[in-house]
Nanobody, 125 residues
Framework: QVQLVESGGGLVQAGGSLRLSCAASGRTFSSYAMGWFRQAPGKEREFVAAISWSGGSTYYADSVKGRFTISRDNAKNTVYLQMNSLKPEDTAVYYC??????????????????WGQGTQVTVSS
């Protein structure tokens, strides 16, 4: 069992930056692909970014490409999401997720086995 705990959310003005962190428990973190998803009120959960177990492959939603960067530190069992040039439409609860048997870096939420509790990001205009 893996537990994921997100942090780093908050309120920021449009154009600002935030860095989300997701700390994972367990000794097998380095074998998992990791993803970030978000869910705005009244909307479905959507894919944001994902990273392979090694960090060598990343994948982004078109809506965040060029503004967000996903990274990981396997020594610290942590995955990050650096968010720059934030827009009001980025406002959502952000969740990290772990895929314990990754065949590829996936944007499909059903691929992921473990989820954090989420952290709120609010971008004011």
């Amino acid at each position: 069992q893996v537990q994921l705990v997100e942090s780093g959310g908050g309120l920021v003005q449009a154009g600002g930056s935030l860095r989300l962190s997701c700390a994972a428990s367990g000794r097998t973190f380095s074998s998992y692909a990791m993803g970030w998803f978000r869910q705005a009120p009244g909307k479905e959960r959507e894919f944001v970014a994902a990273i392979s177990w090694s960090g060598g492959s990343t994948y982004y939603a078109d809506s965040v490409k060029g503004r967000f960067t996903i990274s990981r530190d396997n020594a610290k069992n942590t995955v990050y999401l650096q968010m720059n040039s934030l827009k009001p439409e980025d406002t959502a609860v952000y969740y990290c997720a772990a895929d314990r048997a990754p065949l590829y870096v996936s944007s499909d939420y059903s691929t992921y086995d473990y989820w954090g509790q989420g952290t709120q990001v609010t971008v004011s205009s």
